[in-house]
């Protein structure tokens, strides 16, 4: 049997011997065989044909599978790029009023469209820092205002002898007397650079600062010794919250930074409270150190409480009395320099209680 007409290679006459029958598929055309038996021999009957019909078919699916597919593509894109911009719209929405927000308008707020989802949660963020921001702001503005004005007040009378001194020969009583205005102008002038000093110092955060470990009681009992001795018989020390293990009295500090916050609350008590007794306690809350003075002096009005610790600020009803307002800043930013928090509470001539909170240099000590 020849194959030279058939591109068939002999397993194909082989299953047609063996079966009967046989088909395959070359190339586009489909080839089918049966094996004849006849009085003349035996004869392999082969037919051959091409589907033009299916393979028309199976081109125009293929096209269309390819067009479906690009449309698809482009649909999807298209679809895809909408909800996309519709999905990030609250994000723009943000994002442009945020940059409406500039240093001389801090008091817009973002509009809050989404209360209960995580857009929601970023807006109410921001709104809180553009309060804290806004509040900084004022509060920098006030006390460039306040700083200015006292400083101001020295130099406008030192200028105002100088000049009155220089208008005319005096004699010396009255030279004498300018210069110990002067004096006492420019004494004043000192103590108030100073403070800002002390206060510009307390503005940087704990790097650099010499720390050691501190014992709370220890450095109250010390600090009395900066007073004078009819102030010391006003103070009376309540040491009786003492935890029995002196480990949780133990923190780290700058012993000079602290004793100025110390002394400043101090000091403002027994100002405040002319001739009236001052607490002073130590005690421990969990791992937090908890030093009170409590004085019986004219207290700060409650509308008023929360201004305090600004600098330059004073209250309604302390105006009377010397100093600059920069006691309870300055000590306010020393105990946060060390991780803790000052609190207040006060009752209008009943007396205020102020607690630096100090955290333990141990969280571990039972």
């Known amino acids: 049997l020849s194959t030279d007409k058939f591109p068939l290679d002999m397993k194909f006459f082989d299953e047609v011997l063996e079966t009967g029958k046989a088909e395959v598929k070359k190339e586009s055309y489909y080839y089918t065989a049966i094996l004849y ?35 698809s593509l482009l649909i999807l894109f298209v679809i895809g790029r909408y909800y996309a911009k519709e999905v990030l719209k609250p994000i723009s929405d943000i994002i442009d009023q945020v940059n409406k927000i500039k240093a001389k308008n801090l008091h817009l707020r973002l509009a809050n469209e989404h209360k209960n989802d995580e857009l929601g949660e970023l807006t109410r963020t921001f709104n809180s820092m553009l309060i804290r921001l806004e509040t900084s702001f004022e509060m920098k503005s006030s006390f460039v205002r306040n700083a200015s004005h006292e400083l101001k007040n020295p130099l406008t009378a030192i200028i105002g002898q100088t000049e ?22 420019a004494l004043r002038l000192d103590e108030l650079i100073n403070a800002l000093f002390e206060l510009a110092h307390t503005e940087h955060d704990a ?24 102030s010391v018989d006003r103070m009376n020390f309540n040491f009786q ?38 607490d002073l306690s130590v005690e421990t809350s969990n791992n937090t150190i908890l030093i009170a003075i409590k004085d019986e002096g004219i207290g700060i009005p409650k509308e008023e409480l ?3 610790c600004e600098p330059f600020y004073r209250a309604s009803n302390a105006r009377s009395y010397s100093g600059f307002g920069f006691g309870l800043a300055l000590s306010q930013k020393i105990i946060r320099l060390h991780g803790g928090e000052l609190k207040m509470y006060s009752e209008m001539d009943k007396g205020t209680l102020v607690i630096a909170q100090l955290p333990n240099i141990n969280d571990t000590v039972t």
Do not use: C, W
């Open 207 to 230: 790097k650099g600062l010499i720390v050691e470990r501190l014992r709370a009681d220890e450095l109250v009992i010390k600090l009395k010794k900066s007073f004078d001795i009819p």
């Open 37 to 71: 038996k006849d009085n003349q021999g035996d004869f392999v009957v082969v037919l051959s044909a091409e589907d033009l019909y299916g393979t028309a078919k199976m081109r125009n699916l293929l096209n269309t599978l390819l067009i479906a597919y690009i449309l």
């Open 164 to 185: 009155v001194a220089l208008g005319k020969a005096r004699s010396a009583r009255e030279y004498t007397t300018t210069l110990k205005t002067i004096e006492k102008e």
């Open 306 to 308: 929360e201004n305090v």
């Open 241 to 278: 919250l003492l935890p029995k293990n002196p480990d949780k009295l133990v923190f780290t500090g700058n012993h000079g930074l602290i004793k100025v916050a110390l002394f400043n609350i101090l000091d403002n008590a027994l100002k405040y409270s002319e001739k009236g007794k001052i």
